[in-house]
């Protein structure tokens, strides 16, 4: 053994999927205007700040963390008015449901459905547990093309169904009556994952009752909490219950709960950031609209996806004046030329529009 090396091991031993994935890139933000990742720019008011300084000092982490996080979820179905009947689930960010909801329902055989482009972490999760992914395309304008994923439902027989709304990369709200009918027609579980909620004009939850294998996906990241990597699944017991077997013990630490349970009790003023930032949204929008060489998509989330010829060259032009954006060209062939910002503060967005109209001009 002592002859061969690790990598000749590794790749010996570990599954070809698994040597054939990229791990997922996150880039060095130090120094940049940080607009890659659409967290909230705002940070949390001084006196609740000083309000979490004095429980974090009191908190005793010499201890395990509440296993089922009771206070919490009681601050998080008063926050989110969670229908009477209806259960929570938390996770260490939301990619820690997707991975235990693929882990449960990944029978010999199972398939999981998305469409594309859409949230990479739905296939990555499905090659990292061994389920076969299937992606439908989206239409040409990144509606959700009905008929052809509803074929594919009735072809694939999926047991499990993620669809973002709004959806990641591309920022639109797909049809709820579209949602409805994908929904009805699957036969097995529907996950509408909500993690941009906050920024948009509709939501599933008041319709969980409705649909027996419908559940869906929060996350606190875009609210201003990514730091404490806090997600939550709702939906009827029944199904919880089973996966709450699957979730690990104390996956959620003692300092992510207490914080989160302080930023819960003034719930407003995240919220509040939450209509600043659409308010900027929409300014945005409009700068961008205005530059003839751009096509930018509308949005319900708190970034804006725009296409500009020579994509490359323009993100490493912002990067080069100290604006960090999210590069998607190449990601997705429906991604060509694609970049995608988040919503900063008014001041972050008017360096991103001049460094933008900079790094245009340059690659003429």
């Known amino acids: 053994m002592s002859s061969i090396s690790a990598s000749s091991l590794a790749g010996a031993l570990l599954r070809q999927e698994v040597l054939d994935l990229h791990a997922y890139l996150v880039p060095d933000s130090s120094g940049y205007i940080k607009l890659d990742a659409m967290e909230n720019p705002y940070?949390?008011?001084?006196?609740?700040?000083?309000?979490?300084?004095?429980?974090?000092?009191?908190?005793?982490?010499?201890?395990?963390?509440?296993?089922?996080a009771a206070s919490l979820k009681?601050?998080?179905?008063?926050?989110?008015?969670?229908?009477?009947?209806?259960?929570?689930?938390?996770?260490?960010?939301s990619d820690e449901l997707i991975q235990l909801l693929a882990l449960a329902l990944n029978k010999p055989g199972a398939t999981l459905l998305s469409v594309e482009p859409s949230f990479v972490m739905y296939k990555m999760i499905a090659i990292f547990t061994g389920m076969r992914y299937v992606g439908v395309p989206l239409a040409a304008d990144f509606s959700l093309d009905l008929p052809?994923?509803?074929?594919?439902?009735?072809?694939?027989?999926?047991?499990?169904?993620?669809?973002?709304?709004?959806?990641?990369?591309?920022?639109?709200?797909?049809?709820?009556?579209?949602?409805?009918?994908?929904?009805?027609?699957?036969?097995?579980?529907?996950v509408v994952d909500e993690a941009y909620y906050a920024f948009a004009s509709d939501s599933l939850i008041p319709h969980l009752a409705r649909y027996p294998n419908l559940l869906v996906m929060r996350t606190f990241s875009k609210l201003g909490m990514a730091g404490?990597?806090?997600?939550?699944?709702?939906?009827?017991?029944?199904?919880?219950?089973?996966?709450?077997?699957?979730?690990l013990p104390y996956n959620v630490g003692v300092l992510p709960q207490l914080v989160a349970e302080k930023l819960l009790v003034h719930h407003e003023v995240l919220l509040q950031q939450a209509e600043q930032i659409k308010r900027d949204r929409a300014k945005l929008y409009q700068q961008l609209n205005e530059i003839a060489a751009v096509k930018v998509y509308t949005s319900e989330a708190n970034f804006l996806l725009f296409r500009v010829a020579n994509a490359a060259a323009i993100f490493n032009g912002l990067k080069q004046r100290g604006v960090l954006i999210k590069n998607l060209n190449g990601g997705h062939p429906m991604l060509k030329d694609c970049l995608r910002v988040t919503v900063g503060t008014p001041d972050e967005n008017e360096r991103f529009m001049a460094a933008l109209k900079e790094s245009m001009h340059g690659v003429k």
């Open 74 to 93: 009681e601050k998080i179905r008063a926050a989110i008015g969670l229908p009477k009947g209806m259960e929570l689930l938390l996770g260490n960010g």
């Open 148 to 190: 052809a994923t509803l074929a594919a439902i009735r072809r694939e027989q999926p047991a499990l169904v993620f669809l973002a709304y709004p959806n990641n990369p591309t920022g639109n709200l797909f049809s709820a009556e579209a949602v409805a009918q994908i929904i009805a027609a699957s036969p097995g579980l529907v």
């Open 43 to 68: 940070l949390v008011p001084p006196a609740l700040r000083g309000e979490i300084a004095e429980a974090v000092a009191a908190a005793a982490i010499n201890r395990y963390p509440d296993p089922g």
């Open 228 to 247: 404490l990597r806090l997600g939550f699944l709702v939906g009827s017991a029944a199904w919880l219950g089973q996966l709450e077997k699957l979730r």
